[in-house]
């Protein structure tokens, strides 16, 4: 972890950061610890929406990874700047620690946020154009009459014109 830990800098993306954070907590703690630790800290309306299981899943809702990736890597963001500010961790009180916890986990969730509205807005039309989708959709035939398929039957005039080239390759010979 040193040599990351000497590569790992504020200007590195939040996304990145996460995945670094995750994967150095998942070593010693399972998913639902990091689950737990981020979502506990959450609203009750924000927990409601990634309840599992659910009976009718929630399409549009943001993944959870984005939100478990934002908020770690933006709280690991500022735990640099403050690591970076105080040389002696042995100095660092509690207070401090909290307030660049909870100054990370919001501005993560917030950049995760805005991530989500640029790309919810670049999908807004796909539900339009799948129900369009289904409305042309071939029929059957077309299914079962594809060109090079081997499980279909030759078609009548497809037959007669393989019967001709038959014949008149048996006459050339």
Same mark, same amino acid.
């Given at each position: 972890m040193y040599p990351l830990n000497e590569q790992l800098s504020i200007k590195t993306p939040i996304w990145e950061l996460g995945g670094y954070a995750l994967d150095a907590?998942?070593?010693? *703690?399972?998913?639902?610890t990091v689950r737990s630790w981020i979502f506990d800290h959450l609203p009750v309306k924000?927990?409601?929406?990634?309840? $599992? !299981?659910? !009976? =009718? !899943?929630?399409?549009?809702?943001?993944?959870? =990874?984005? #939100?478990?990736?934002?908020?770690?890597?933006?709280?690991? /963001?500022? $735990?640099?700047?403050?690591?970076?500010?105080?040389? =002696?961790?042995?100095?660092?009180?509690?207070?401090? #620690?909290?307030?660049? $916890? *909870?100054?990370?986990? /919001?501005?993560?969730?917030?950049?995760?946020? =805005?991530?989500?509205?640029?790309?919810? *807005?670049?999908?807004?039309d796909i539900p339009k154009q799948l129900a369009a989708l289904a409305a042309d959709f071939p029929s059957p035939q077309r299914f079962t009459d594809m060109p090079g398929d081997s499980r279909t039957a030759p078609k009548p005039k497809a037959r007669a014109r393989r019967a001709t080239k038959k014949k008149r390759r048996s006459q050339k010979r």
């Open positions: 907590i998942g070593r010693h *703690a399972g998913q639902c924000w927990r409601e929406v990634f309840e $599992f !299981p659910r !009976p =009718d !899943p929630c399409l549009t809702c943001p993944p959870v =990874d984005l #939100i478990e990736h934002a908020s770690i890597g933006d709280i690991m /963001r500022e $735990f640099l700047v403050l690591t970076a500010r105080t040389r =002696d961790l042995e100095k660092l009180d509690e207070a401090s #620690i909290a307030q660049s $916890f *909870a100054t990370g986990a /919001r501005y993560g969730l917030k950049q995760a946020a =805005d991530l989500y509205q640029r790309s919810h *807005a670049k999908t807004r």
